[in-house]
């Protein structure tokens, strides 16, 4: 059997964007080196997606950076296997003190790398960002996870893709530091969010957010229901 393999072009990089802050900044970063980058958002039939979605794509035109490549959406949905699942039905969600664990989404990164991958292999982009931060519990946040797909991937399309941690050494709370000048408003870290965008402020994710903040010692300009600010 011949060696097929597939040529990356020099300068592309595609980010996983969820529109959240750590994905959010992430891309701002890369933007800034001077590469051509294709924001990637995997959508899997999740309650919050159409929120995130939109906000994304506010963030992105706040940029004003011509080397983002208008947002590709990419579907996997996940609802056959998780149609009773609160992340589906918006119903259980997490509430504030909820350990972090209850945000876990088996597979999540699995499929997200899966669908990016093939579209990194046609478009022939050899590296993809993802956001994961370094305190990330879950096994598809691992280094070695990340190294396994990148070694199914080019075993499976020939692409030497390589699989980019960015922010893994980080914090939230130093991710904000990093991102400040941006406009972190126009992210979404929220697992019910209010029509128009706004946080419910009463989820683990909204929690989350709330204390990065605080860590991070940047005001808040997040929008919660409920709350001022």
Same mark, same amino acid.
């Given at each position: 059997?011949?060696?097929?393999?597939?040529?990356?072009?020099?300068?592309?990089?595609?980010?996983?964007?969820?529109g959240g802050l750590d994905s959010s900044v992430m891309l =701002?970063?890369?933007?800034?080196?001077?590469?051509?980058?294709?924001?990637?958002?995997?959508?899997?039939?999740?309650?919050?997606?159409?929120?995130?979605l939109a906000t994304l794509k506010e963030f992105i035109?706040?940029?004003?950076?011509s080397r983002?490549?208008?947002v590709t959406v990419l579907d996997l949905p996940i609802t056959d296997l998780m149609a009773r699942d609160w992340i589906v039905t918006g119903h259980g969600v997490p509430g504030l003190r909820a350990p972090v664990e209850s945000n876990y989404i088996v597979g999540r990164n699995l499929s997200l790398l899966t669908k990016a991958s093939i579209f990194c292999a046609r478009e022939r982009i050899g590296a993809i960002a993802i956001g994961s931060l370094g305190a990330n519990p879950f096994p598809d946040a691992r280094p070695e996870f990340f190294g396994a797909v990148e070694r199914a991937v080019a075993l499976g399309t020939g692409l030497r893709l390589r699989? *980019?941690?960015?922010l893994a050494n980080l914090s939230k709370a130093e991710v904000i530091r990093r991102g400040r000048g941006l406009a972190l408003e126009l992210t979404l870290t929220c697992a019910r969010p209010i029509r128009g965008g706004?946080? @419910?402020?009463? @989820?683990? *994710? @909204?929690?989350?957010r709330m204390q990065?903040?605080?860590? =991070?010692?940047?005001?808040?300009?997040?929008?919660?229901?409920?709350? =001022?600010?």
């Open positions: 059997m011949r060696d097929f393999r597939i040529a990356p072009i020099p300068g592309r990089v595609a980010a996983l964007v969820s =701002a970063l890369i933007a800034r080196r001077r590469l051509r980058v294709y924001p990637l958002y995997v959508r899997a039939g999740l309650v919050w997606e159409a929120a995130e035109r706040s940029l004003h950076n983002i490549a208008q699989i *980019k941690a960015p706004r946080h @419910c402020g009463a @989820c683990t *994710k @909204c929690a989350e990065a903040f605080s860590a =991070a010692g940047v005001p808040d300009p997040t929008r919660y229901a409920g709350r =001022a600010g």
